[in-house]
């Protein structure tokens, strides 16, 4: 049994808005359950936690922040070393550099060592949980898994869908596709802490058939995961409705394949109406909103009021590489800001809402886990859950130890860790209960150590 001492900071698991705990000097105790796993036995005060738990290993942070691993709701790992890639909006940038990056992940090998890097990426950052994309490429999936496998990173990926309107070197074929899935959900779905995800890139490149058979397969195994992309981009959206004229809406073509459903998630979802939305509510798929992606291609603004009102459950991404950092607080800053934003994404005006950091944080930790169906697993601290979690040190980084000091309230200084932190503050990450090494960190005099386990 192990116990961690600092301020600590979680919410409820299975709420669709955020119900926080906070107690500046607290116990968080783990053990191992009977099948091994490490869970969370108690949370609290630390002189009661002290008396009921007198033989843990304590490990102290005081000092430090205590808080559940972050969840990323939609990255691409092969965009890795996409970041950073200027270009006018989504589909020039699919073309010019996301699709050629992609066609090196048919090289296992090339596959490794990118996954190699972005895990590393992760969890040095404080994710310990990803949806994450692969290639066209079974190879691009066991690599990853592979590699989250062995470093403990609890992580749920699929191989890409895209029979047509694709180039040669990442175009699949459609009954090799499907094919393809089901030999990965069956080699990778439920192995330790590790999921498979059925993933149709978008509709614009999956022919009827390809998206017949995904929801097919999506009916057949109801706890593996759907993930792709709806309603990103204007021109995104004129292609689909030229595409699939008969449908309502963008959203609608993926609800006739089956593909909307309880652990299905959907990256972007901006231009989406109120018939989308309730038909979201109604089914159970999510959005991962992503919101540097939305800002960095110039896709829009998600409409974070509406979906409040609609009910459309949704946490926060990266969507790297269409997103340009690894790191939630760039995320939970830029979501703030879109939050703020003054005109829906269709364009019209509205009021924009002010999200708090305890919004934003429970966006990317159990609001999250809660999109994924994972509620009470991950992204929170209470009782029963994994023992997935950061220690968080404000004086890592003089600005935001200045301002926190001075906070008035919890409310002030939680924002000002949405606003000022970066992975200069993530002293540790754990997962499963173990702290996590990576092989390229800086150290505590600030030398960059590559390629090496510290
Ligand atoms: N739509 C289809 N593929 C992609 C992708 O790789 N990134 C983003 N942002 N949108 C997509
Ligand atoms: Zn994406």
Redesign the pocket.
């Given at each position: 049994m192990q116990a961690w001492r600092g301020a600590i900071l979680w919410f409820d698991p299975h709420t669709d808005e955020p119900h926080v705990h906070f107690e500046p000097d607290s116990w968080l105790v783990t053990a191992a359950d009977a099948d091994g796993v490490q869970r969370v036995v108690a949370v609290g005060p630390a002189d009661a936690l002290r008396a009921a738990y007198p033989d843990a290993a304590v490990t102290d942070c005081r000092g430090c922040l205590i808080a559940p691993g972050f969840i990323d709701l939609h990255i691409?790992y092969p965009?890795t070393d996409v970041i950073g890639s200027p270009a006018d909006g989504?589909l020039p940038w699919?073309e010019r550099y996301?699709f050629p990056h992609e066609a090196r992940f048919a090289d296992a090998d090339h596959a490794a060592e990118v996954a190699r890097f972005f895990v590393d990426e992760l969890l040095r950052h404080g994710v310990t949980t990803a949806l994450a994309?692969a290639t066209s490429h079974p190879v691009s999936v066991d690599a990853l898994l592979i590699e989250a496998g062995a470093r403990g990173l609890r992580c749920i990926a699929g191989k890409v869908l895209q029979d047509r309107h694709s180039p040669d070197g990442v175009r699949d074929e459609t009954e090799r596709s499907l094919a393809d899935t089901e030999a990965l959900i069956a080699r990778w779905h439920g192995r330790g802490r590790l999921g498979y995800a059925i993933t149709p890139?978008?509709a614009p490149?999956c022919s009827d058939a390809q998206m017949r058979g995904a929801g097919e397969l999506a009916g057949r195994y109801p706890d593996v995961w759907v993930q792709s992309?709806v309603a990103?981009n204007v021109d995104?959206v004129r292609w689909v409705r030229e595409l699939y004229p008969h449908d309502r809406s963008y959203l609608a073509v993926y609800e006739r394949f089956g593909l909307l459903r309880p652990r299905a998630v959907y990256?972007?979802g901006i231009y989406l109406d109120d018939a989308d939305r309730a038909l979201l509510a109604q089914t159970g798929a999510a959005i991962a909103v992503?919101p540097t992606?939305n800002l960095f291609?110039g896709?829009g603004f998600f409409d974070y009021a509406a979906a409040r009102a609609g009910s459309v459950r949704h946490g926060l991404a990266s969507?790297v590489g269409?997103g340009m950092s690894f790191n939630p607080f760039v995320t939970m800053r830029a979501a703030y800001t879109v939050s703020r934003a003054t005109v829906r994404g269709d364009g019209q005006p509205k009021v924009g809402l002010s999200l708090s950091a305890v919004d934003l944080w429970w966006q990317h930790t159990a609001g999250a886990a809660r999109a994924l169906g994972l509620d009470g697993v991950i992204g929170s601290l209470a009782p029963g859950s994994e023992a997935d979690f950061v220690v968080l040190d404000a004086q890592a980084i003089p600005l935001l130890a200045r301002r926190t000091a001075q906070a008035a309230s919890l409310a002030e200084w939680l924002f000002a860790w949405v606003m000022l932190a970066d992975e200069r503050v993530v002293r540790q990450v754990i997962v499963a209960g173990t702290p996590v090494q990576t092989h390229h960190f800086t150290d505590a005099s600030g030398a960059l150590h590559v390629g090496s386990v510290s």
């Amino acid at each position: 049994m192990q116990a961690w001492r600092g301020a600590i900071l979680w919410f409820d698991p299975h709420t669709d808005e955020p119900h926080v705990h906070f107690e500046p000097d607290s116990w968080l105790v783990t053990a191992a359950d009977a099948d091994g796993v490490q869970r969370v036995v108690a949370v609290g005060p630390a002189d009661a936690l002290r008396a009921a738990y007198p033989d843990a290993a304590v490990t102290d942070c005081r000092g430090c922040l205590i808080a559940p691993g972050f969840i990323d709701l939609h990255i691409h790992y092969p965009q890795t070393d996409v970041i950073g890639s200027p270009a006018d909006g989504l589909l020039p940038w699919l073309e010019r550099y996301t699709f050629p990056h992609e066609a090196r992940f048919a090289d296992a090998d090339h596959a490794a060592e990118v996954a190699r890097f972005f895990v590393d990426e992760l969890l040095r950052h404080g994710v310990t949980t990803a949806l994450a994309f692969a290639t066209s490429h079974p190879v691009s999936v066991d690599a990853l898994l592979i590699e989250a496998g062995a470093r403990g990173l609890r992580c749920i990926a699929g191989k890409v869908l895209q029979d047509r309107h694709s180039p040669d070197g990442v175009r699949d074929e459609t009954e090799r596709s499907l094919a393809d899935t089901e030999a990965l959900i069956a080699r990778w779905h439920g192995r330790g802490r590790l999921g498979y995800a059925i993933t149709p890139r978008f509709a614009p490149s999956c022919s009827d058939a390809q998206m017949r058979g995904a929801g097919e397969l999506a009916g057949r195994y109801p706890d593996v995961w759907v993930q792709s992309h709806v309603a990103e981009n204007v021109d995104e959206v004129r292609w689909v409705r030229e595409l699939y004229p008969h449908d309502r809406s963008y959203l609608a073509v993926y609800e006739r394949f089956g593909l909307l459903r309880p652990r299905a998630v959907y990256a972007h979802g901006i231009y989406l109406d109120d018939a989308d939305r309730a038909l979201l509510a109604q089914t159970g798929a999510a959005i991962a909103v992503s919101p540097t992606s939305n800002l960095f291609l110039g896709s829009g603004f998600f409409d974070y009021a509406a979906a409040r009102a609609g009910s459309v459950r949704h946490g926060l991404a990266s969507d790297v590489g269409g997103g340009m950092s690894f790191n939630p607080f760039v995320t939970m800053r830029a979501a703030y800001t879109v939050s703020r934003a003054t005109v829906r994404g269709d364009g019209q005006p509205k009021v924009g809402l002010s999200l708090s950091a305890v919004d934003l944080w429970w966006q990317h930790t159990a609001g999250a886990a809660r999109a994924l169906g994972l509620d009470g697993v991950i992204g929170s601290l209470a009782p029963g859950s994994e023992a997935d979690f950061v220690v968080l040190d404000a004086q890592a980084i003089p600005l935001l130890a200045r301002r926190t000091a001075q906070a008035a309230s919890l409310a002030e200084w939680l924002f000002a860790w949405v606003m000022l932190a970066d992975e200069r503050v993530v002293r540790q990450v754990i997962v499963a209960g173990t702290p996590v090494q990576t092989h390229h960190f800086t150290d505590a005099s600030g030398a960059l150590h590559v390629g090496s386990v510290s």
